[in-house]
């Protein structure tokens, strides 16, 4: 009756040994460079305990969690104040994981979390591209000064990549420098909606791939948790939809799922949406292994 | 100037007298087997507190409420703590209703209190045939060890009237044994949507039909107030038609609508769409009568 | 099990008919005049629901309040941005309850609602005085230009009745213009607390008092729900006391609770406060005729 | 570093000055006549305080708020309690930039304010007409006895201008003798969308248009932060559609977007849409101007 | 970098294992019998989040929670709606640790988990005494119906121990006839405070207590997120202070904190409030073994 | 009647211009360490929001505001995510003032911010000794890995004035280490209270004097909005006194009120709580020139 254990808390019942997982899922609580609303920092922890309202069953896929090889690593612990070295021990991370031939999924926080995540990933894959589902463009070269920020992150990447392989999609919001330089040829931006993925998944066939997904890309009526809600964009039912085309055409070598922000959401319902567009993922992804 | 008789409070001005009224609502504030979050306890109280912001005419209808026979006798003292007897006395409330030939509509509370509301209809009306709309199955043998629960009321009420006579819609969640057990023919569950409610209506002409809304169908973009909101529902719109095409397609002899939280919205969107619902299903029940 | 009788709903249960009480308790629902935050029109709605959580026993006194004779009559419907007619009204409902020998007892809404309630009460006392609870002065001449407010209600007040017949306890803010201006001997005011309050009380003996509890004469520690909150207030000991004191001490012959605003306090402490102190002040009156 | 100059805030950076500017933006933060839940008179404050979140940019319309040329007067400061005062100040304002050949743009407050604004707007086109979003008729003879109120605004203005000249809208919700009157011929109301619009342009192609927007005609589930949420409403797209097509095909004289209650939605998202729509709508206003 | 054991989660840094440990703390979320505010089943759960915000080491008592040994065996499982079921679960719990001669430590949920807690304890020391600190007697034959509720919670284990066993501070609200029937001699009731509590322990000295604290015994100003708040409470330093000096001159060989209701306090206050409060109290346990 | 100068809002209404101003206000919206729950970035600008809930006159001091020349310079906008960019930018502003020959009063933010404004005075007044009122000690070495930080403020200081300049009041938290560092001589720590401050006033007599509160030194019961509330703190007149007395005692050159986190208290009290203890300072360092 009395649990001699420790009390652990994990993802959804993601139960696995990390030994056995190919998944790993770990926490980057980190909001620092966030100039409005903060709050993502809390969004892998709320996720883990609302993870009891869902259920490990998808009758969209018909498969369970409860097959899936998912180990949750938990949260980092990351200086506040400090992104350079906050940034730094994700990477490590992310390094780790990667060293050991498991996939990274990394839950936010804010969207810089992405960039360490990202190098973690191409160092081992070198031409990877990236996907990119988001309301903002997140292409400053600097936001308040500041080259490392939610809003310049996807800048940051294409300086690690270059032109032509970042694809923008359900994108609503940024300045006007931000769509003009996009449109010299440095990514690809597609307006409002995930028109043209299915093209892109197609270009894309065989070449590693980040999956990033912020999820302010859904309409706020969606997901109002979530720190600079962008009225106009997608539904849950096409950003799902969008998810699993992704996971089933591509070769994911790393995702990740940002800005969920909890306490700007009493209701629960941003968390739980998060939970179900996470639990649809992971099945996903393990689909080949499973059943 | 001064009110002489003692302060009343009733959903929606339903002001006529027991023994004139063709429809009885009653509320049921019992949430004790909510396992995660509490609060539909409250609804039938906010309810009736926030009915004075809407309008008691319908321009979907053109009918007024205003001329509608339907009273309201207030909530029920349940006991907390002891589930069997505050079903108990939900039943024992229902029976009197039938007994009186009047309609009982129940407010809840949590799903499970569907079951007595429904053993009473279910007495007088032993052929009743259940139409459930939904985004759970509620189909559980048992859930924490406890077989009255509101993952488990439907599954209770099958007991008592066996297969083919539930037709459950909108359902999007469940556990993987409740999707099996249901396909082995004991339930018809239409997922996600309302498609085939029509030919689901022909077929029970003539039949009386029990009616059980758990308003979690919705979307938690247009319902966030519910303790386990589940992305991907259906929209108002959508459930306002599929309510109205039930109630003028079959004879309803009994019906419910339940789940709404309101502590978890505060906006209060979610009772006042609940409060538009329960307007347009009385005067869809009271049309026969109207004009 | 079946109530066939409408719902009512009163506070703490008062459930006494009008012929044979000796305390009517009307609601104000009004704060039109309140310039920033509004809210004190959800408080006598909210402190009815609120009352079941409620003991009617008083461990201070030693009496129950089943044993006395209130009646509830509910809210006025007041008209909202029409401050005169709003007044008017509530002063013709003071006035049917004087008039049938009762002691009218309102719960507000802001603070301006006392102005009505005691002009009725002044057409027949016309000697009547004044004790008054409050954190502000509410002395000024007008407010954002108008005239009627919840700023300047004992100044209107003090129109009717003229210098040394009111009475300031607790007070802690106002204009500079306000506090010169009671000083000149038009009231007198007790800064911070109710020291001096027996000596008043000896010294009105045998007048009729109209008692005035604006609530955030407390600490905002204690009631953190109003309006305009001022740190360095009372205990609710303290309150409790003094109204118990004046209740015993004087001849009350109209009270009111005014300016809980029970939206800005999430947790219910300021609306049970509220309720205690209601529930406290009830029994003192009554304590004549209760054994 | 430090500024030297007192501390300003506009909404979304709209830092011309008034001379310089076509439109003015002012705000008139009143809801004295909300019955039921106030907090409109927040909204244009709210509004200011989270334009940072917002970008300049829109991608809809290729254009720029950094290029428009739009001054922001700040909030009125208006009497509560005296409707009739608060609205003679809100048209002495709106005259003034009426008379300096600026476009008045208010930012209620309540939805009473339109009248005032509306007022100053006739006298100088007196043939204006009206087009009003809106989820209520507005057509109340009174209401609460008061004849200025948020639920009758509409039916004053046709008071000024007479039979068919009010366009309205989205309507879903308002008394029977509401859509009774308006059959009569008095106002042309199109049910739950903006069907017809294009026509209604086109046919007052020429005419100078007062444009009133009631936020509340988006569906709760985009704009859940308003007094009277009404299910079945329209989308922030078909909103924003709307509202570009009007301001291209007409004549705009005036303009208002009211019913912004920011303390009924915690999480931001009614704020930041309605300044996504302001945006929209002055950077269509200015685009004649604009490069 | 990579955390591979899985996700802890602990109070306050707890992280002695189960062996080595001579406290047991275990979390019991049940609020099934509580009949008005729900949410004390978030109690353990918030404060195992909240516990980073804490500091180990006690100014009070200049002592560090690192030194402690103490094992957090998380939250039990327990059944919604089926209370017996649920407090059997809990007895099972707290006898294994009794068994195993280890300190029971019971974090609620509502005041009823107490009852079986105390079986368990009283199974092992027949004649265990009981000191209570609450705002309510919790003296009730029955409650709305029910035997076993937080409202009759000690009048239960009176049942089990009979006169003069059980000592009741700081108590200050009840129904008439739970104060007479104490009054009687059955349990002794401080009324407000802990006057007298010196003299019980001393009175007490060499007995095995069972220490039970409400946390409602605070004042509301202190300890918002409760329930049923009573205004006229403790201040924290008294109850600190009443805690030490109990634990300090009685043996105890069990205890409970209970009533914490996170979702009522979006401060955090109350949460805090308790965990410093826990803080102390195993450091007063532990003081013996600790240099 | 229109205001055709841009929007102006200032705290309390200090109208100053800059150039006549001997106090100025200035905002560090930084809370970027803040581990837990941020907020304090909000603290500044919602203090402007409520100001106007203020009166101008203090009762406690007969003085009042608008006889004071105090200007507010706004917010800085300040880097998120580069701690050291944002405290450079920080001391520069106050480096302004104080070469302008005006005193600093800085509003927070967290505690960090108060590190640039002291070095900004300690440029100009080596000798500066400080008055420091916290719940914490902030004398850590680091934190989370991070140097700079809320945590390590004040040791931070201390590293600049090295021993026997930093006097501490009201500290009731911090790790052992950092106690028993202050005891080696380093800070003179008074616990839980202002005991002694009338000495350490009076000792430094003459000696320039940096005041920095944090204003979680109040007990959360008056001042819940804060991070990292700590029970048993005292009480607002308490700090009232204590503030007046330094400000009375000493030659104060810097001053700062940090951690005001307003988005942790719905009710509004701490920020207006802020601002009261700001205008009856203000008022006192303004005494010497008024009247």
């Given at each position: 009756m009395l649990n001699r254990n420790r009390n652990v808390e994990t993802f959804l019942g993601c139960e696995s040994d990390y030994e056995e997982s190919r998944i790993v899922l770990y926490g980057a609580p980190f909001d620092s460079?966030?100039?409005?609303?903060?709050?993502?920092?809390?969004?892998?922890?709320?996720?883990?305990?609302?993870?009891?309202?869902?259920?490990?069953?998808?009758?969209?896929q018909d498969l369970d969690l409860?097959?899936?090889?998912?180990?949750?690593?938990?949260?980092?612990?990351?200086?506040?104040?400090?992104?350079?070295r906050a940034l730094?021990?994700?990477?490590?991370?992310?390094?780790?994981?990667?060293?050991?031939?498991?996939?990274?999924?990394?839950?936010?926080?804010?969207?810089?979390?992405?960039?360490?995540?990202?190098?973690?990933?191409?160092?081992?894959?070198?031409?990877?591209?990236?996907?990119?589902?988001?309301?903002?463009?997140?292409?400053?070269e600097e936001y308040l000064g500041n080259r490392l920020s939610h809003a310049t992150v996807i800048r940051r990447i294409w300086e690690l990549i270059g032109d032509g392989r970042i694809f923008q999609f359900g994108i609503r919001s940024g300045e006007r420098a931000e769509w003009y330089w996009s449109a010299e040829g440095h990514t690809k931006i597609q307006k409002f909606s995930f028109a043209g993925l299915d093209e892109t998944i197609a270009a894309l066939k065989g070449r590693p791939i980040y999956l990033t997904i912020d999820l302010d890309v859904l309409d706020p009526s969606c997901f109002?948790?979530?720190?600079?809600?962008?009225?106009?964009?997608?539904?849950?039912?096409?950003?799902?939809?969008?998810a699993l085309r992704t996971i089933r055409g591509c070769q994911i070598v790393g995702c990740d799922m940002v800005e969920l922000s909890p306490p700007l959401d009493p209701?629960?319902?941003?968390?739980?949406?998060?939970?179900?567009?996470?639990?649809?993922?992971?099945?996903?992804?393990?689909?080949?292994?499973l059943k």
């Open positions: 460079t966030t100039s409005y609303r903060p709050g993502t920092r809390f969004a892998s922890r709320t996720m883990r305990a609302e993870s009891y309202g869902l259920e490990t069953y998808s009758p969209y409860e097959d899936a090889k998912v180990f949750d690593g938990g949260d980092l612990e990351l200086c506040f104040g400090d992104t350079e730094a021990d994700i990477e490590a991370c992310a390094r780790d994981i990667v060293a050991d031939g498991k996939l990274p999924f990394l839950i936010g926080g804010e969207h810089l979390v992405t960039l360490p995540a990202f190098r973690a990933v191409q160092a081992k894959y070198p031409d990877v591209a990236v996907i990119h589902f988001d309301a903002h463009t997140d292409l400053r109002p948790g979530t720190g600079t809600p962008e009225a106009g964009g997608v539904r849950f039912t096409d950003l799902l939809s969008a209701s629960g319902t941003s968390t739980a949406t998060a939970l179900k567009l996470l639990r649809e993922m992971l099945l996903a992804l393990e689909k080949p292994y």
